[in-house]
């Protein structure tokens, strides 16, 4: 497991919202797996309890099943230097009004990625919550 080029991260990058859009999972997560190829770390957003796994390219896979029927997503910016990479995106989840969000990405040599993404949460969602159930509570 190593860092992935910065090729491999673009490349991923132009396919992220046109395949989740789109709804294919399957080439959604194999596009993952080629820049994830390790464990993950990640906040979503910052501020919220952490998540992690064994497999960020598995974890990547169950965020889609909770929320891709919900969001839609466009890519605005993408920026990649050394290990790491950040993106921006504009995001229409459920009937809501779009929104930005900052995403910034580290890879570790042994292949662990490092997630955290920045987006408005409300100030009663605090550290220990998972701020998922919050999100799918507007749209369900």
Known sequence: MTIPTRRARLEH???HCPLWNEGNREAWVAS???IATGALNMNDPVGTELKHGPDAA???GHT???FQRHLNMQMLHVKANGPEMAWVIES???KSPPTISIETFRW???GTLHVKTFYDMPSSVGENDDPY?????KVE
């Open 64 to 66: 889609f099943d909770l």
């Open 92 to 94: 229409r989840f459920g």
């Open 13 to 15: 990058a132009a396919k």
């Open 133 to 137: 159930r919050f999100l799918l509570a």
């Open 58 to 60: 598995d974890y990547m």
């Open 108 to 110: 570790e040599a042994d």
């Open 32 to 34: 993952w797996r080629t």
